[in-house]
């Protein structure tokens, strides 16, 4: 297995960052990201945290580069991982999340990272995860379509049964057991890759990162003009709950920055700055928000039963 180059997967980083915030300055066309460099207090690397907020399309797009590391990781980190105990360990990754103003375009997330953990005299432990999903209140299966075949094209240089398999993980990682129900339609979700080797792992999760702007920025275009009214934007801020609930009961990277002393405000930039909470709430049968849960909130082939 051939040695990760650490300094390559971060120039690699830095870089996507500076085009995802470019292509999303672009779409919004009116303001420009806020940015804040910051270091661990803890010790051991930091990041630079980009934040657009209040915009002409977006009500706030996070976009969080960072690079952590340390002689050891915390019990919560390793009880399920026993042969990390006693290294020292580093982490680096791109990490987005984007709440549109507009109900009829959707929330999108995306993450790419290396994880590495190292010990004298013995071989480094390293694996790539990543991925990306979209969250939409009012879906259209256009927008749904495009959003799975991009990802298909991500994987399909990798294998015929990529696509496949990390659709389906990301089905099952970003699903909410207390509601029963997925966050949104998907995309692709993948976690401890190592088994390809250095260079054709590193090369998958480039895939995946060039791919996320291909992906979201045509549907924000098609949909972020589109009229609506207070009942829209009810919804979507109740809507957002569910993305709240997720992040802060399941979501791993979020639990992992708090544990290893990463930066709150970083760290918590995925969530919206406006959202709802309703006791039972359930929409009218047969209404444009039933269509969310009745068609959407669950997996299915995509790419078979739109196309």
Known sequence: MSTPDTKAIKDFLLDLQDRICAGIEAED???SFLE???ERESGGGGGRTRVLTNSAVFEQAGINFSHVFG????????AHRPELAGRTFEAMGVSLVIHPHNPYAPTSHANVRFFIAEKDGEDPIWWFGGG???TPYYPFEEDVLHWHRVSRAACDPFGEDVYDRYKQWCDEYFFLKHRNETRGVGGLFFDDLNEWGFDRCF???QSVGNHYLEAYRPIVARRKNTPFG??????QLYRRGRYVEYNLVYDRGTLFGLQTGGRTESILMSLPPLVKWRYNWK???GSPEARLYDDFLHPRN????LA
């Open 29 to 31: 066309g009116k303001t």
């Open 36 to 38: 804040d460099e910051w």
């Open 71 to 78: 002689a050891g990781l915390p019990a919560s980190a390793t």
């Open 132 to 134: 990306f999903d979209l």
């Open 203 to 205: 090369s998958f999760m």
């Open 230 to 235: 207070e009942r829209e934007r009810d919804f």
């Open 283 to 285: 929409p009218e049968p």
């Open 302 to 305: 995509w790419l078979e039963e």
